[in-house]
């Protein structure tokens, strides 16, 4: 067994491993390919750069390309997101025409190499355009949708659907954001990796650091959301929750932090929105992180007395799992994803509002037994429903159904 393997295995068991290496070898040397819009920020890219290489170890051929446009083409997929996540945009007919280049120019780009994939995932709307590129492709093509898709604004719904209808399959986080499509759909959550820099045991001197780092008060009590500026992880609903909550506990901090994704044209215009709410209150610590912050971010949410993800949509929240992995309760927006993973009650709070929020952060500030047991539940969920082994072997599962079809037998021996 690799070494990378063997790591894993000594988080989840061996069989989780062995599973996985025994679901993989009759897909040995298969070529897969994963397309999104960007190598940092976000969780898209948080997942492929672990579940890339995994796949590679268990013996699949894998790779990972980006799609890239201009202004317009960002513009135009931001507004594809935001409309699949509910909100009521008009994309103009320019925007649509830059996305049809950027998905005609990628597909010449990268003709070869996805003409000769046996698997190819296409992850998010950006790239769904590609496949009318590849009319007689030989490879299943599999449509991986990471957003809330669960109350789309119908035209752009019809639109992208008009591209994602002519998939071998797609894939969606949760039951509730599946849509009328003619193929196999599956449901299947993200996951974090534990052995991640974001993820990976610190050291308390580590942690400690971010408090000298940032300017925190290690004997106060500590908030932290980590998110890029987007209006749906709602920044300000989370800094009007720590303005209620801090009436009644003086000492409250709050970091916000973030930085931003390649393919995200609002995040500037979203952090001048947060820098407006925080006014002068030094005690709310507005960060922009680079992109590769992954253990500042880890030592960030260790030294959190409590997680917060107040979205108000939100496909999975990665960092809802990285919170929880952290033992950490987490209060989180009552929506897509972060539904599957805060058991309210048990694993943290799901809230709708600042002022529920602000209840609840204060509830559990002056429960540290609460806290610590609502922690302790957390990771063993993460343990059990969220690490990337799980996700790979349902990947693994997914190519498989696609390769043998409806096979009346499927030999995995
Ligand atoms: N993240 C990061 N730096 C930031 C903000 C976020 O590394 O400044 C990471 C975060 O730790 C998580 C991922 O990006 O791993 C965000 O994933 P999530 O599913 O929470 O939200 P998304 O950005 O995909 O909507």
Redesign the pocket.
Known sequence: MSKLLESFAAITGPDVVNHLRQLAESLHGAKVIHVNSTRI????A?ILEKLVPLFNEVGLDTSWEIISGDADFYQCTKSMHNGLQGNKVNIAAPLLAAYERANQACAEALRTKLTKADFVFIHDPQPAGLLDHFPDRHGKWVWRC?IDASHPYRPVWKYLRGKVCNYDASIFSLPAFAQQLPHPQYIIPPSIDPLSD?NIELSQEEVNRVFVQFDLDPARPLLVQ???Y?RFKDPVGVIQAYRLAKKFIPDLQLVL???E?SDDPEGEAVLAEVREAAGNDQDIHILL?A?D??RT?NALQRAADIVVQKSTRE?????VT?GMWKSKPVIGGDTGGIRLQVINYHTGFLVRTPEGAALRIRHLLHNRSRMQEMGRKGKEYVRENFLLTRQIREYLTVLLSLRHGTEYRIDLS
């Open positions: 920020g976000g969780g898209v948080e990471h974001k980590v998110s890029r987007d932090a973030g930085g994704a992180l992109p912050a992954h971010i496909g999975f929240g990665l960092t990285e």
